[in-house]
């Protein structure tokens, strides 16, 4: 192997920096129990929505659509940093996944290998589409009242409450759901969130601002190295912010078509800074996502700032 090409090797992985991930942890624990409603909350304000569209009552503020707001305007400054580190039902897949891979790959470990191929991940993606879709579409057709509480995320929200309601064809739909889910989660990293989030669906096609966009710079990469995309819980290939496109690509046209695909699917990133955190080089993040002790400052404005959106929203 020459100087200029590096593999994800098992030295590397034991690079990976204890004190952002203490950090992590803490940023999620605090979260976890401070806010373990505000992922359902924030999608109960996408619900209120297509409810007004059905009644034809004027949109009013409440506390649900003043979370969707908050996060929605988080997400659109800083990225998916929410889906990262403070919402609950992530937290609960990343537990999961760490727990069902502790002996075989260590918690969490960067490279530990994914059930589900690359190329029918990128396609099962969509599927979290068609779930928001559906949901807003029963919502404006009137047929909310129905099929509230089958939810597997309103059980969690329950189970987190320590208030399960089992009872009645909805309870029983969203636990079966539940738990199909969280066997999804253990199997396979962030398996709900990548495909069949309808939130996430939300966050994935919002506008996030450019200096929260990851990227890499093409000419700091080193030859062969795959080490960012296989750290990626979504299994990214970041997009060059030097050129247009891959070493890949063959020319120009390509490598501007190849550079849109991987903008495109940058909706996808959680904003967990592994990536940041795993290049040998320090060539990818962005201003907000960095690596070592400035990545655990931003962590930490973020988290504040997060804090603080949603206590104000929740007080709507
Ligand atoms: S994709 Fe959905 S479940 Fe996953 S972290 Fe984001 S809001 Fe939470
Ligand atoms: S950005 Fe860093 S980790 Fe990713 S391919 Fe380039 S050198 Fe490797
Ligand atoms: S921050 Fe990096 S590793 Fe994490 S999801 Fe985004 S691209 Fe993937």
Same mark, same amino acid.
């Given at each position: 192997?020459?100087?200029?090409?590096?593999?994800?090797?098992? +030295?590397?992985?034991?690079?990976?920096?204890?004190?952002?991930?203490?950090?992590?942890?803490?940023?999620?624990?605090?979260?976890?129990?401070?806010?373990?409603?505000?992922?359902?909350?924030?999608?109960?304000?996408?619900?209120?929505?297509?409810?007004?569209?059905?009644?034809?009552?004027?949109?009013?503020?409440?506390?649900?659509?003043?979370?969707?707001?908050?996060?929605?305007?988080?997400?659109?400054?800083?990225?998916?940093?929410?889906?990262?580190?403070? /919402?609950?039902?992530?937290?609960?897949?990343?537990?999961?996944?760490?727990?069902?891979?502790?002996?075989?790959?260590?918690?969490?470990?960067?490279?530990? +290998?994914?059930?589900?191929?690359?190329?029918?991940?990128?396609?099962?993606?969509?599927?979290?589409?068609?779930?928001?879709?559906?949901?807003?579409?029963?919502?404006?057709?009137?047929?909310?009242?129905?099929?509230?509480?089958?939810?597997?995320?309103?059980?969690?929200?329950?189970?987190?409450?320590?208030?399960?309601?089992?009872?009645?064809?909805?309870?029983?739909?969203?636990?079966?759901?539940?738990?199909?889910?969280?066997?999804?989660?253990?199997?396979?990293?962030?398996?709900? /969130?990548?495909?069949?989030?309808?939130?996430?669906?939300?966050?994935?096609?919002?506008?996030?601002?450019?200096?929260?966009?990851?990227?890499?710079?093409?000419?700091?990469?080193?030859?062969?190295?795959?080490?960012?995309?296989?750290?990626?819980?979504?299994?990214?290939?970041?997009?060059?912010?030097?050129?247009?496109?891959?070493?890949?690509?063959?020319?120009?046209?390509?490598?501007?078509?190849?550079?849109?695909?991987?903008?495109?699917?940058?909706?996808?990133?959680?904003?967990?800074?592994?990536?940041?955190?795993?290049?040998?080089?320090?060539?990818?993040?962005?201003?907000?996502? +960095?690596?070592?002790?400035?990545?655990?400052?931003?962590?930490?404005?973020?988290?504040?700032?997060?804090?603080?959106?949603?206590?104000?929203?929740?007080?709507?």
């Amino acid at each position: 192997m020459s100087e200029n090409t590096v593999r994800t090797t098992k +030295k590397q992985k034991r690079k990976f920096p204890g004190a952002e991930q203490i950090c992590d942890i803490v940023i999620k624990a605090v979260f976890f129990f401070a806010f373990p409603a505000a992922w359902s909350a924030g999608f109960a304000g996408v619900k209120y929505l297509g409810e007004r569209i059905h009644s034809g009552e004027p949109v009013e503020m409440s506390t649900f659509l003043a979370m969707l707001l908050a996060l929605a305007a988080f997400t659109m400054v800083f990225g998916r940093f929410f889906c990262s580190r403070a /919402c609950a039902f992530g937290t609960y897949g990343d537990v999961l996944y760490a727990v069902f891979h502790w002996k075989k790959r260590g918690p969490g470990r960067p490279g530990s +290998k994914q059930m589900i191929p690359d190329a029918a991940a990128s396609k099962l993606r969509y599927v979290k589409y068609g779930i928001l879709v559906l949901v807003c579409a029963l919502c404006i057709l009137g047929f909310s009242s129905q099929v509230a509480g089958s939810s597997p995320w309103t059980f969690f929200s329950q189970l987190v409450a320590l208030k399960p309601k089992l009872g009645g064809t909805a309870g029983i739909v969203g636990l079966v759901l539940f738990v199909i889910c969280s066997i999804g989660m253990a199997a396979e990293k962030r398996a709900f /969130c990548r495909f069949l989030c309808p939130f996430g669906a939300v966050f994935s096609i919002l506008p996030v601002l450019p200096f929260s966009m990851v990227q890499r710079k093409q000419k700091e990469c080193i030859k062969g190295c795959r080490a960012c995309a296989n750290v990626c819980p979504a299994r990214l290939d970041l997009p060059y912010s030097d050129i247009g496109g891959s070493t890949k690509a063959a020319s120009a046209d390509t490598a501007a078509a190849e550079t849109a695909k991987y903008q495109f699917s940058m909706g996808e990133c959680f904003g967990c800074s592994k990536c940041a955190r795993i290049c040998p080089k320090q060539n990818a993040g962005c201003a907000t996502m +960095k690596k070592g002790g400035k990545g655990i400052a931003w962590d930490i404005v973020k988290a504040v700032i997060l804090a603080g959106l949603l206590t104000v929203a929740a007080g709507v």
